[in-house]
């Protein structure tokens, strides 16, 4: 039997959030987190509360804190998970509680829609679509496949203590994907937006939320380009 | 675009340019100190060493630039911890009278490294 420890808050009828313990028999196969998930659910507590939809990686619906590493519930084998027969599953740190593991990605959101995430290019639109060369394309890889997870930014410090003034990881992802697209026109303007100390800055560089992204995308490395494109604007 | 009246540079990118030189000059610096020392000195060496002006001039350097690295790095750590939305208008008090008392310390360390270096 495996232990399941599942943190619970339900603001209607709990003063504080507690850990609720199940035991759950997976017949000993290699099961998804997730899949634990939707047992307990539907064997033994129907008011166990989270978000999922895909089941497969692709929505982004599922970032838990699984036996404290963020990660997709859904993609996520207990045997990558699971130490010492113990499944502790949290919600993503760092933001608020809506119900047991749905936090509020408000802020999360916020910050994403500072980088203006999608394409800006004043001039006139050409006959056909705007053509990239396979070189100008190829730069876009490891940036374009960010599904929004959320587990990089709550998984990084410095967006624990200043989510409403540092991108955060997937945001500066984001910001770095239209940096680099070539049909992308407004660089100046997204660069003059990110010069202060916390946008972009508040990064230290320890690399979390490559640890964590589910995708493994590496949000440091886009980081350290948006530094060096404001260095050589400045310099 | 978030504004930032306390820090050094006012600016991200100068902030994280100066912190990363004052990193170089501050790790010479200790070589150079740590290799004199390591290589055996006694009193008199040390007055002659200190007493070349390209050792004061790298000292003063080296001040100035553990007191930028300071200002920066505490900065960093002050605007983390204390602050508005964690501890209301509390923490924006206690941040900046902490973000004074430290710039006051750095300005006291500067100049007094100046008079030792060039004083009697």
């Known amino acids: 039997m495996l232990q399941v420890s599942i943190y619970r808050f339900n603001p209607e009828t709990d003063a504080e959030p507690g850990m609720q313990e199940f035991q759950v028999d997976t017949g000993g196969k290699d099961v998804m987190v997730l899949d634990v998930l939707e047992q307990i659910k539907a064997e033994q507590d129907s008011t166990v509360t989270y978000r999922r939809s895909c089941r497969e990686g692709v929505c982004g619906s599922d970032g838990l804190n699984i036996n404290g590493k963020n990660g997709l519930a859904c993609i996520t084998p207990l045997s990558e998970a699971v130490r010492g027969n113990k499944l502790v599953i949290r919600p993503l740190p760092g933001l608020p509680v809506i119900r047991d593991l749905v936090v509020d990605m408000g802020l999360f959101y916020q910050q994403y829609e500072k980088v203006q995430p999608f394409l800006q290019n004043n001039t006139p639109a050409p006959a056909i679509e705007r053509l990239q060369s396979p070189e100008e394309r190829e730069k876009l890889d490891g940036l374009y496949e960010c599904i929004l997870c959320a587990c990089c930014s709550t998984s990084c410090p410095s967006f624990w203590w200043n989510p409403d003034r540092f991108i955060g990881p997937a945001g500066l992802l984001q910001a770095y994907r239209f940096l680099a697209d070539s049909r992308d026109t407004a660089t100046e303007e997204r660069l003059a937006k990110l010069d202060d100390p916390f946008s972009v800055f508040r990064c230290h560089g320890i690399q979390n939320c490559v640890n964590v992204c589910p995708k493994g995308l590496n949000p440091t490395r886009a980081i350290g380009h948006i530094r060096n494109m404001l260095l050589s604007r400045a310099a | ?120």
């Open chain 2, 1 to 120: 675009m978030v504004t930032a009246v306390t820090s050094l540079g006012r600016s991200g990118l100068s902030d994280w340019l100066l912190q990363r030189v004052s990193a170089v000059v501050l790790l010479a610096y200790f070589i150079l100190i740590g290799w004199v020392v390591a290589s055996g000195i006694d009193y008199v060496g040390w007055q002659a060493l200190f007493a070349t002006a390209w050792m004061r001039v790298f000292t003063l350097l080296a001040v100035l630039s553990l007191a930028a690295h300071a200002w920066i790095g505490m900065w960093s750590v002050l605007t983390d911890y204390l602050t508005e939305r964690l501890m209301g208008t509390k923490g924006n008090v206690l941040r900046i009278g902490l973000q004074l008392c430290i710039s006051l310390l750095l300005f006291i360390y500067v100049i007094w490294g100046v008079q030792i270096l060039w004083g009697n």
